[in-house]
C-alpha cells in the first residue's frame, strides 16, 4: 500500500511537471465532446493559438472527464496535472457552501449580463479567488468567471407550476440549487451534465436543470423530455477559468493579459450566440407539434424566488467564506438597484 501511494504521487508529480512546463495548456471543460459549448469552445480555441502565434503559449480544451473526475479538477490544477479548469463552479460545493453561492444564486440575478458584471467588476472574482487561496494552497489563479446562459430545464413530464414539482425526481448540482428544489417539493438527485441524458433515457430522472437550450439540444435532450421549460425557472450555473499559479507565472506579462481580455470576450460572445440560438429553437419548436415548451406565470416564478431567498441565508450561514460571498452579492445587488 505504501508503495502504490509513493507510485501514484510520483505518476502526479511527473504530470505536474509536464503540463506546467508545456507550451501547451490544457483546459478541461464540463461539457461533453460534441456539445454545443465544445464547438463553441474550439473556436475560440483557435483565435487564441491565432493570437499567441506559433512561437507562443498554445491553448486545448478538452471534454468533462477527459483527464480526472469533473469533482476533482480543483486538486488537478493546483497540482499541475490540468493547466486549466472551465468548469461550473458549483460542482465543488461539497468542500465549502462558497462555491455553491458563487456558482448559482439560485433566482438572484434577471439577467446573465447582471451576474457576469458581479463576476467581473463587482468582487465576485475576487471573492472566487479567496476561497481558491483557501482550497488550493494559493496554487491557483482565477481568470474569471460567469454564466452564459440562463438555463433552460428539461422535463420529460409537463411541469407548468412550482406545485408541479412536488415528488419530481430530478437532477441538479449540489449546494444552492438543491436545497432550492427540496424546498419547492422536489427530490434532487447529483449527477454531472454528461450523465443527464442517459438518466432521462432510462427514467432514473424526470427532469433536469441542465444547460442553455441549445446545448440541451444538441446534447439529445429534447429527444427524451419534451416538455422543456423556457425561460429557465431559477439557474444561471456559474463557469470559471482557473489556471495553474505556475502555468500563469510562465506565461508572458502580454499573455496573462491577453488571457484575460480572451475570456471575457468569449464569455460575452457565448452569451449573445447561446441567447440567439436559444430563441431561435424556441421558436422553431413551438411552431411544430413534437416538443410543448412551458414558459411558467410569473406568480410562479415569484413563488420560487421566495423560497430561494430563505435559502440564501440558511446555506450562508454553513460557513464563513460562505456568509462573505452571500454579502458580496447583496453589496453589489443593492448597488445595482436589485435589491433595497
Request: charge should be negative.
Given at each position: 500500500?505504501?508503495?502504490?501511494?509513493?507510485?501514484?504521487?510520483?505518476?502526479?508529480?511527473?504530470?505536474?511537471?509536464?503540463?506546467?512546463?508545456?507550451?501547451?495548456?490544457?483546459?478541461?471543460?464540463?461539457?461533453?465532446?460534441?456539445?454545443?459549448?465544445?464547438?463553441?469552445?474550439?473556436?475560440?480555441?483557435?483565435?487564441?493559438?491565432?493570437?499567441?502565434?506559433?512561437?507562443?503559449?498554445?491553448?486545448?480544451?478538452?471534454?468533462?472527464?477527459?483527464?480526472?473526475?469533473?469533482?476533482?479538477?480543483?486538486?488537478?490544477?493546483?497540482?499541475?496535472?490540468?493547466?486549466?479548469?472551465?468548469?461550473?463552479?458549483?460542482?465543488?460545493?461539497?468542500?465549502?457552501?462558497?462555491?455553491?453561492?458563487?456558482?448559482?444564486?439560485?433566482?438572484?440575478?434577471?439577467?446573465?449580463?447582471?451576474?457576469?458584471?458581479?463576476?467581473?467588476?463587482?468582487?465576485?472574482?475576487?471573492?472566487?479567488?479567496?476561497?481558491?487561496?483557501?482550497?488550493?494552497?494559493?496554487?491557483?489563479?482565477?481568470?474569471?468567471?460567469?454564466?452564459?446562459t440562463r438555463e433552460a430545464?428539461?422535463?420529460?413530464?409537463?411541469?407548468?407550476?412550482?406545485?408541479?414539482?412536488?415528488?419530481?425526481?430530478?437532477?441538479?448540482?449540489?449546494?444552492?440549487?438543491?436545497?432550492?428544489?427540496?424546498?419547492?417539493g422536489a427530490s434532487p438527485?447529483?449527477?454531472?451534465?454528461?450523465?443527464?441524458?442517459?438518466?432521462?433515457?432510462?427514467?432514473?430522472?424526470?427532469?433536469?436543470?441542465?444547460?442553455?437550450?441549445?446545448?440541451?439540444?444538441?446534447?439529445?435532450?429534447?429527444?427524451?423530455?419534451?416538455?422543456?421549460?423556457?425561460?429557465?425557472?431559477?439557474?444561471?450555473?456559474?463557469?470559471?477559468?482557473?489556471?495553474?499559479?505556475?502555468?500563469?507565472?510562465?506565461?508572458?506579462?502580454?499573455?496573462?493579459?491577453?488571457?484575460?481580455?480572451?475570456?471575457?470576450?468569449?464569455?460575452?460572445?457565448?452569451?449573445?450566440?447561446?441567447?440567439?440560438?436559444?430563441?431561435?429553437?424556441?421558436?422553431?419548436?413551438?411552431?411544430?407539434?413534437?416538443?410543448?415548451?412551458?414558459?411558467?406565470?410569473?406568480?410562479?416564478?415569484?413563488?420560487?424566488?421566495?423560497?430561494a431567498v430563505e435559502a440564501?441565508?440558511?446555506?450562508?450561514?454553513?460557513?464563513?467564506?460562505?456568509?462573505?460571498?452571500?454579502?458580496?452579492?447583496?453589496?453589489?445587488?443593492?448597488?445595482?438597484?436589485?435589491?433595497?
Open positions: 500500500m505504501i508503495r502504490m501511494k509513493l507510485t501514484l504521487s510520483a505518476i502526479a508529480l511527473v504530470m505536474s511537471t509536464t503540463v506546467v512546463n508545456a507550451d501547451t495548456i490544457k483546459i478541461q471543460a464540463s461539457s461533453r465532446a460534441g456539445d454545443w459549448a465544445m464547438q463553441f469552445y474550439q473556436v475560440w480555441v483557435e483565435k487564441w493559438n491565432t493570437m499567441a502565434g506559433p512561437d507562443g503559449t498554445q491553448m486545448e480544451v478538452l471534454p468533462t472527464q477527459a483527464v480526472v473526475p469533473y469533482k476533482e479538477t480543483i486538486d488537478a490544477v493546483a497540482n499541475g496535472i490540468l493547466a486549466g479548469d472551465l468548469n461550473a463552479i458549483s460542482y465543488f460545493t461539497g468542500r465549502d457552501q462558497a462555491f455553491s453561492i458563487l456558482g448559482d444564486l439560485i433566482s438572484g440575478y434577471d439577467t446573465v449580463d447582471q451576474m457576469q458584471t458581479f463576476c467581473q467588476y463587482g468582487g465576485g472574482k475576487e471573492m472566487l479567488q479567496k476561497v481558491y487561496d483557501k482550497y488550493t494552497n494559493g496554487n491557483t489563479v482565477v481568470i474569471g468567471c460567469g454564466p452564459y430545464f428539461v422535463s420529460s413530464i409537463p411541469i407548468n407550476t412550482i406545485d408541479d414539482l412536488k415528488g419530481v425526481k430530478l437532477r441538479s448540482p449540489e449546494g444552492l440549487a438543491s436545497e432550492v428544489f427540496k424546498r419547492a438527485v447529483a449527477l454531472p451534465f454528461s450523465e443527464v441524458y442517459t438518466s432521462l433515457e432510462k427514467g432514473l430522472v424526470q427532469a433536469a436543470d441542465a444547460s442553455s437550450y441549445v446545448n440541451n439540444d444538441t446534447s439529445g435532450m429534447h429527444k427524451v423530455a419534451k416538455y422543456p421549460i423556457y425561460p429557465g425557472i431559477h439557474s444561471m450555473a456559474v463557469l470559471q477559468l482557473v489556471i495553474n499559479k505556475r502555468a500563469f507565472e510562465k506565461m508572458s506579462a502580454s499573455e496573462q493579459t491577453m488571457l484575460e481580455v480572451w475570456y471575457t470576450a468569449m464569455n460575452t460572445s457565448m452569451r449573445r450566440m447561446s441567447d440567439m440560438e436559444d430563441k431561435r429553437l424556441v421558436a422553431e419548436h413551438k411552431a411544430g407539434d413534437d416538443i410543448t415548451v412551458v414558459d411558467w406565470a410569473q406568480e410562479d416564478r415569484d413563488k420560487m424566488r421566495a423560497i440564501w441565508e440558511d446555506v450562508a450561514d454553513k460557513s464563513p467564506l460562505a456568509r462573505e460571498a452571500l454579502d458580496a452579492h447583496l453589496k453589489f445587488m443593492k448597488q445595482m438597484g436589485l435589491l433595497k
